[in-house]
């Protein structure tokens, strides 16, 4: 198979954990014979350093006519800490979002077992949690008008849906939630918002087309303190955009570092896949980023092109990573890897299993992976 990927480091630590995300989808070419071919453009504040837009023209036209994004992270301190900033980064990756036609966010959460205790939460808690969170990504208040009164003490943010919105990505959850223990949890705050109310009614009405599926309800602040008292009773949960962002990162504690978990959004037509964390700009240039979740997100990929086998193997060289503890300071803070180390294991891991081109005894003592 031939893929052109738009790849969007963006900011921080991206450009870092992408590059890890490259050499693994590298290495699979090479062993499955795919050719993925790469074209990188601008997004964010180096973006708007650059060009004055955190989505250049060029950029969109690349994404728009290529069959992935591969997306890094965005942010820069200089804007978060700024309210008057009239160009953000972020406004890159929602108009990005929202030309892409990308309406599903889909996060899975799935702790590994030799991580367990790396989580803030107890083991008996998180041990067998596996969850997917279906986010809406196009709608709602992060979309809807905005204003500001003329003295600068006012301001509102609207959140608006429709019917057609909520039903697409419901489908989605649902059709998930058949390939896996058939149970739908909608998080809503239907006791007070009239948007929430018609998330209920519309993912009911949907709900009747797939009767082997449960499905419950929970209000949003009950959900964000099920996740933490008892994750193992999710299977896919189904809610709106600020919601889903809010619980999706809430969630990460489960698997003990938010450089773990790996997403997809996805459209009718175009499909983007990125790590949830954040730029991380403390972090730039320092070698101690967690690749994993960029890694993940490019297995995400290719499970979404059909290459099961593939995905598979990315899979499986991220957990031997993980056994033989070739991580960063966020999961072992005593550990002598950095980002670059880490995704040279993975790929290397893809290339040969059984000739590692490294020293086993040098893992033990947290010495270079390479040979």
């Known amino acids: 198979m031939n893929l052109k990927i738009a790849v969007l480091a963006g900011d921080g630590i991206g450009p870092e954990v992408i590059l890890q995300a490259k050499k693994a989808l590298y290495a699979i070419g090479l062993v499955f014979d795919h050719e993925f071919v790469f074209e990188d453009a601008f997004v964010g504040a180096i973006a708007i350093e650059k060009t004055g837009n955190p989505l250049p023209e060029q950029t969109l036209n690349l994404c728009l006519n290529t069959d992935a994004v591969l997306f890094g992270a965005i942010g820069d301190p200089k804007y978060d800490n700024n309210p008057d900033a009239k160009v953000r980064p972020e406004q890159g990756l929602l108009k990005l979002r929202k030309s892409l036609g990308l309406f599903a966010n889909i996060r899975p959460i799935k702790p590994y077992s030799s991580l367990l205790n790396s989580s803030p939460l107890k083991k008996e808690i998180i041990e067998g949690v596996d969850f997917i969170l279906f986010r809406e990504l196009t709608g709602g208040v992060y979309f809807g008008e905005k204003k500001l009164n003329e003295s600068g003490t006012i301001a509102s943010d609207l959140c608006e849906y429709s019917e057609e919105e909520i039903t697409r990505i419901t489908h989605l959850a649902f059709k998930s939630a058949q390939n896996r223990r058939k149970k739908v949890t909608m998080v809503d705050k239907a006791n007070v918002l009239e948007t929430s109310r018609l998330w209920r009614r519309v993912v009911k009405k949907v709900s009747q087309d797939y009767p082997d599926v449960a499905l419950d309800f929970l209000f949003v602040d009950n959900a964000a303190m099920q996740i933490i008292l008892n994750p193992r009773q999710f299977d896919v949960i189904l809610t709106e955009n600020l919601f889903g962002d809010i619980l999706s990162d809430e969630a990460s504690v489960i698997t003990g570092s938010i450089g773990l978990l790996a997403s997809a959004s996805l459209g009718k037509t175009n499909a983007l896949f990125e790590p949830i964390h954040g730029s991380y700009p403390q972090a730039t240039g320092k070698n101690i980023a967690n690749p994993i979740a960029s890694v993940l ?38 550990s002598k890897f950095g980002t670059n180390e880490v995704g040279d294991f993975i790929a290397n891991f893809i290339l040969s299993k059984d000739d590692l081109y490294f020293k086993i005894d040098n893992i033990k003592i947290g010495q270079s992976t390479i040979v």
Request: without cysteine; hydrophobic residues 45%.
């Open 297 to 334: 997100s490019a297995a995400m990929l290719l499970e979404h092109f059909g290459l099961h086998k593939e995905a598979k193997k990315v899979y499986e060289a991220v957990e031997k990573a993980i056994e033989y503890n070739v991580v960063t300071v966020d999961l072992n803070t005593d």
